[in-house]
């Protein structure tokens, strides 16, 4: 059962402000929600997690990313639950949700959670072999979330500003 905590006085972009694997769960309650970037993922058993009026059952390899004060609650079903999670910090952490597509929460399924489950052990294996090589924990961060990244969608570029102040002006007169 391993939990890192993260250095606070560094500058790096993105970091972990706690790490861990082997966590037996217990059940947790967050009316006011936890307040930063949340992540939960099952090792083995099961849990469910409330959020948002939903109730989502988390197998193994399946996680949850869940926004800063977004209420929710998470126990165990029907045995011990062993999970493992991140919670996330640094200089860039008012960037994520505009990151993330904006959403109070992100569920991973078996296949990427595979790959999450990697990095998240690498990230405590780190910890506990180079605690003080905070350029390598932001680097095992910023890996976890390009993770999260894979897969959601981006608004479209004809939909930024730049494009249409620049781009579409262009195009037009090639046209």
Not at 25 to 36: A, I, L, N, T, Y
Not at 49 to 64: A, C, D, F, N
Not at 70 to 75: K, L, N, Q, T
Request: proline share 5%.
């Amino acid at each position: 059962m391993a939990i890192y905590f993260g250095n606070h006085f560094s500058t790096e972009p993105f970091l972990f402000d706690s790490v861990g694997n082997h966590w037996e769960q217990e059940s947790v309650k967050r009316p006011d929600g936890f307040p930063m970037y949340h992540y939960l993922q099952t090792e083995s058993g099961s849990g469910s997690v409330s959020v948002k009026g939903k109730t989502i059952l988390l197998e193994r390899g399946q996680g949850i990313l869940l926004a800063p004060f977004v209420p929710h609650s998470y126990r165990a079903q029907g045995g011990t639950w062993i999970t493992e999670f991140a919670t996330f910090t640094g200089s860039m952490e008012a960037h994520l949700k505009k990151m993330i597509g904006g959403e109070d929460y992100l569920r991973i399924e078996e296949e990427k959670g595979m790959e999450i489950e990697k990095v998240i052990a690498e990230a405590v294996y780190d910890f506990e072999t180079a605690s003080g090589n905070t350029r390598k924990l932001s680097l095992d961060c910023y890996h976890l979330l390009l993770l999260f990244l894979e897969g959601i969608p981006h608004t479209a570029a004809a939909a930024q500003p730049a494009w249409e102040k620049y781009v579409q002006p262009v195009v037009a007169q090639i046209e």
